[in-house]
């Protein structure tokens, strides 16, 4: 079993930054990878950034965020962070983070918010 617990959403204007933290703990050892999805009203869920696990590590970004998110990890602490820039109002919605620890855990979602 995994637990993550998110942090780090909130109300941002048009150009913004959000930094989005998820920890994890539980059964650390066995996470492939980490990340991040996010779900606006009305669409689908969406993968937006994800980091493996391991010495050399990869990242993988969404077409819509690259350039602008930045996805990294801290072994220390177990946390998978999301840096994100130039916020558009597109990138408003409910933001998941996930661990692939060969099923799926989910953390509780974080409402990011990117208006005027």
């Known amino acids: 079993q995994v637990y993550l617990a998110e942090s780090g959403g909130g109300l941002v204007q048009p150009g913004g930054s959000l930094k989005l933290s998820c920890t994890a703990s539980?059964?650390?050892?066995?996470?492939?990878?980490m990340g991040w999805y996010r779900q606006a009203p009305g669409k689908q869920r969406e993968l937006v950034a994800s980091?493996?696990?391991?010495?050399?590590?990869?990242?993988n970004y969404a077409d819509s965020v690259k350039g602008r998110f930045t996805c990294s990890r801290d072994d220390a602490t177990n946390t998978v962070y999301l840096q994100m820039n130039s916020l558009k109002p597109d990138d408003t919605a409910v933001y998941y983070c996930y661990a692939d620890s060969f099923e799926y855990y989910w953390g509780q979602g974080t409402q990011v918010t990117v208006s005027s």
């Open positions: 539980g059964s650390i050892e066995s996470i492939i990878a």
């Open positions: 980091i493996s696990s391991g010495v050399e590590s990869t990242t």
